[in-house]
């Protein structure tokens, strides 16, 4: 499948909606995106490829809530 990415303004969301809905599920899938999504995934790619480095400095949940005395709820 191809993917194309369009930019488009409110006011011609539903026209742009009735014109793709048309054409088959099979044939074409519209995947909605916003902002927060976009930045929630570049962080989330960043803290991966910080994950994978070989310098990358992990802590155990003990560790975390040592350093910032965080007492657990037993």
Same mark, same amino acid.
Not at 33 to 45: G, H, I, P, S, T
Not at 52 to 59: G, S
């Given at each position: 499948?191809n993917? =194309?990415?369009?930019?488009?303004?409110d006011k =011609?969301? +539903?026209k742009?909606?009735d %014109?793709?809905s048309?054409f $088959? #599920? +099979?044939d074409?899938q519209m +995947?909605e %995106?916003?902002?927060?999504?976009? +930045? #929630?995934?570049?962080?989330? @790619?960043k803290d991966? &490829?910080y994950s @994978? @480095?070989? &310098? #990358? %400095?992990?802590?155990t949940?003990?560790e %975390?809530k #040592?350093?910032?005395n965080i007492s $657990?709820? &037993?």
């Open positions: 499948m993917t =194309i990415t369009l930019h488009f303004t =011609i969301t +539903e742009l909606r %014109v793709l048309k $088959s #599920a +099979e074409l +995947e %995106v916003d902002a927060e999504f976009l +930045e #929630a995934k570049k962080e989330l @790619q991966y &490829d @994978q @480095q070989e &310098d #990358a %400095v992990f802590y949940l003990e %975390v #040592a350093k910032y $657990s709820k &037993d």
